[in-house]
DNA sequence: GAGTCCCGTGAAAACGTTATCATCACTGCG
DNA sequence: CGCAGTGATGATAACGTTTTCACGGGACTC
């Protein structure tokens, strides 16, 4: 099938073993252009004979950037991250193009710089940064001009074009429904903050003020269940607590197993409610009630935004996608209303 | 800080603002000769002015590769794939790499050949095939002679160098486990086949026969842990499972749900193991005994077997990875032990 | 003090492809 | 029959970088 060749074949050997010319290699294989049925068929011989492949470096060097749209996020499997990245590597592959990915490992100013760096050194079309962590915030603040770039982010932002999941509508949906449940007021384990004033904290503040009911300290549990579990471990033991929304969907199951240990029942003493739809929340016992929001889209959108960008067209309506409450069955009424 | 130009900045523009040579520029970016202090120092000056940054196609052309790995893999948001992944781009990035990722939606040819075109129109350094499915395994069967591939597989395989993760043994472990608590055979929900002769299934089924067990049917769930919930139902009702093997945790916490649903106990009626060693198992209740695997190790050693093969360098020893047997509390004794 | 070596430097070539331009043959029209 | 128009083709330039080569000057050796 392929004859060997001491180096990876160049498009001046098929053009020599086709009896053409190098740019009418280059016209097959583009289409750019006509060539004759005849030249056309030996061309796409001596490609098959030889194993040519077109070399994307020499490629992308003429053509001024290439087919690679670089994704920058502070982790990779967590379950709304991978399905954000699911949503870009998708529309795409789709499309053309092949993502990279670079894990920024932590949000100071070194780390975020070198690792701009590190993935800038290749020739990339555009960049979609995962703006979910205080990681992704320092990258988007870091990010050199000139590059194309999207943050994809649980609420709007300034700087660079943002493509959201409206975390903080998202958050009071959960509070609001919670509290018209007549839950006098309602717990907050929270993922790291990406911003004061927004995301899915701010909402479940903003849903409790607005009810006049008491703002509770915010618990931090990180990324960690465990850490949610431990927190969950002392909840337990406090009579006032009765509904607890969690940042994730993986704090609300360590917390979720605190209670269970304890022997606290769910919904009837303490209503759990968490936030992105992990399809394991749903075979949990109790099934957990969750805010869903659609990652994999959120991904096809940054994509088609930055797309956009790059072709200086006119970027897709920028619709936010819509959170949806899913109502299972760690939410219910407080124990007070249970009793009347 | 940096001035204004019609186009991004090049080498050029570097080295007529520093009055040195183009060379030279290069020479103070890749350090590969010394070059004066006092030059070296306006080389960097004008690169800070200008914003200058390499054009990674041009470099990837001269040298003739790239620092880039491509990753392809059936599926990147599943616990093992996602970890698998996670390790390979943590030890890229450590290496000065980075990963490009492409999913392979199918195992007809055609799909297959289309990915892999669009993956290697890129200048890749190399390539990692996750070889978890079907997908994987026609994947490494399709790819161009040429091109430095590792497979990173369940078991050993042939044609491209492997780094393996023992499923065989891991599931001969867990099956070996439950037969000697007293279970006279053990059930299988298997995740989809990645080999007959090797892999998770068959682990279990010679674990089995060389206890001189009974081998029940396979139950295949795909990847769907809805789907081992369907099955788990059915098998509440049957009085001869005593102990049931999933082929990952997600289909083994589809199982749980079912037989809580149906009220039998675990582990007290029937025992379940799982595979992976997802996080939320261990938060479940009961908590999912299961059978550890390093996802993010095999990743960090695929890598380095890759880095080795482009170096033409010795391969790290290539041990695979150990699994470890988790015992929780979804696994005991079979009823009829219990009784006596 | 003359020859040799080494170090820093710049000019030019090279990487593999696509874009631009000119050329040539052919067709269709007047 | 002549001319404009068209369509396919090849020569050449261009992309931005690194590598190779040659050169000049200073330091060292004898």
Known sequence: MSRSLSRTPAITDVAKLAGVSVPTVSRVLTGSVPVSPERRERVLRAIQELGYRPNGAARALIKGHQSV????????????????????????????????????EADDPETVSKTIDLALANPVAGVIVLKFDPAGIATVRAMPPGVPVVAVAGSRGS????VVLDDTTAAMTATDYLLELGHRTVHHIAVPLAGRRSGRSA?????????????????????????????????ADRDDVTAVLCGNDELAIGL????HEKGRRVPEEISVVGFDGHPLGALWSPALTTVQQDFVDVGRRAFGEVVAIIGKSQPPQN????????????????PAARRR
């Open 69 to 104: 749209i670089a994704v920058l996020a502070g982790a990779t499997t967590r379950y709304g991250y991978a399905l954000t990245i699911q949503g870009i590597e998708e529309a795409a592959r789709l499309a053309g193009y092949i993502v990279m990915i670079t894990v920024i």
């Open 159 to 162: 700087g660079v074009p943002h």
């Open 203 to 235: 909402g479940w503040r903003k849903a409790l003020e607005r009810a006049g009911a008491e703002v509770p300290p915010l618990m931090e549990a990180g990324w960690d269940p465990h850490r949610a579990y431990e927190i969950g471990l002392t909840l």
């Open 256 to 259: 979720l197993r605190a209670l």
């Open 319 to 334: 619709s936010s996608g819509t959170p949806q409450l899913v109502i299972r069955e760690s939410s219910g009424p407080p």
